[in-house]
Each structure stands twice: as structure tokens, then as C-alpha cells.
């Protein structure tokens, strides 16, 4: 019970982490283009956000899948082969916010 408690509390506060990353993003995605509504055409305003928001996803999936390799080293030595499934899982979740920011967008 309390190594699932343990990847429960990793987990929640990842998310919490995200949450507040993305928010912050989007305030300051407004925010650019509110100031440069005059110089950039929308098409330009909207690739240079979403081209921050490319970055930041990236970023995450390659500390989440660092994140998982060491929980999946860590709960394969305490658990066994049930946490080394739960490391594998968070690797491949990683691994689709990376290559999704890759492929969006183009």
C-alpha cells in the first residue's frame, strides 16, 4: 500500500506542476498578444505561441520519462515486477508528450 500511496503523491504533485506551467503559458501567450497585436499578422502571433507551448510539452516528456526510469529502477528493487510496470507506463506516457510535440503543428 504504501509504495502505490508513495507513486500516487510522485504523480499528483507532477500534475499539479503541469497544471501550473501550462496556466502561466497561456497567461503569457495573452498577454504577447495583446502588446504585439499591431506588428505580427495572426497566423505569425499564432505560431510563436504555439511554438512555446511545442517546447514546454517536449520539456515535459523528457523529465517525465527521467523521472520514470528512476522509479522504475527504484520500485523494481522495493517492489518487483509490478513496479517495474508502473515505471515502464510512465516512460511510454513521457515518451507521447514528446514525440506530440514533435509532430504538432507542422
Same mark, same amino acid.
Given at each position: ?20 506551467? =501550462? ?8 498577454? !504577447?498578444?495583446?502588446? *504585439? *497585436? ?13 511554438? =512555446? ?7 515535459? @516528456? ?7 526510469? !528512476?522509479?522504475?529502477?527504484?520500485? @523494481?528493487?522495493?517492489? !518487483?515486477?509490478? !513496479?517495474?510496470?508502473? @515505471? ?5 506516457? @513521457? ?12
Amino acid at each position: 500500500v504504501i509504495p502505490f500511496t508513495l507513486i500516487f503523491i510522485i504523480i499528483f504533485s507532477i500534475y499539479l506542476g503541469k497544471k501550473a506551467k =501550462e496556466r502561466t503559458l497561456s497567461q503569457k501567450g495573452k498577454i !504577447g498578444k495583446r502588446q *504585439k *497585436k499591431e506588428s505580427y499578422q495572426t497566423e505569425e502571433r499564432e505560431s510563436v505561441y504555439y511554438s =512555446e507551448i511545442d517546447k514546454f510539452r517536449k520539456k515535459r @516528456g523528457i523529465t517525465t520519462m527521467c523521472i520514470a526510469l !528512476g522509479i522504475t529502477i527504484l520500485l @523494481g528493487i522495493v517492489v !518487483g515486477y509490478a !513496479g517495474i510496470i508502473v @515505471g515502464v507506463i510512465l516512460f511510454f506516457v @513521457g515518451l507521447g508528450h514528446y514525440l506530440s510535440s514533435k509532430n504538432r503543428h507542422k
